[in-house]
């Protein structure tokens, strides 16, 4: 056990934040429905912009999510720019917030994109409506 838990904290420690988004969230996302959009080069873009957004086509539910490595130091908090971006979404009611790689080994973002999302159906490309549709045409 003791063993074990080393082990995820060497990889929470060592995880980049391109390496929790490509390896572990967006596969996650995609099984259970999720569209996902996230800037490939920031260079040419305002600054401040979160990591990820994830909005889902059948409940309606949409995330914005920072990324960052784990740690405590302030260069793994999110920069002032990126704070004043979440803070707004935050205030549109729009779930907002920071994804580290410790979220993903504790469980929480698996069990979000679970919950909010709907299970793709094998074969048939489309999702499972589970629970209410918040948006109706």
Excluded at 14 to 27: C, F, G, H, T
Excluded at 81 to 101: C, E, H, I, M
Aim: charged share 25%; aromatic share 8%; no cysteine.
């Amino acid at each position: 056990m003791v063993a074990s838990q080393e082990l995820i904290a060497r990889q929470v420690k060592a995880m980049k934040e391109d390496e929790l988004r490509d390896r572990l969230i967006v596969p996650t996302a995609l099984t259970y429905g999720w569209l996902i959009y996230w800037t490939h080069n920031s260079k040419r873009s305002p600054g401040g912009f979160p990591d990820l957004v994830l909005a889902h086509p059948v409940t309606g539910a949409l995330l914005v999510r920072e990324l960052k490595k784990a740690g405590t130091q302030k260069r793994y908090q999110p920069r002032a720019d990126q704070q004043k971006w979440l803070d707004t979404f935050a205030l549109a009611k729009v779930d907002s917030g920071v994804w580290t790689p410790e979220h993903w080994f504790s469980g929480e973002i698996p069990r979000l994109l679970k919950e909010l999302g709907t299970p793709i159906v094998p074969g048939f490309g489309t999702a499972i409506p589970r629970g209410r549709v918040t948006h109706t045409p």
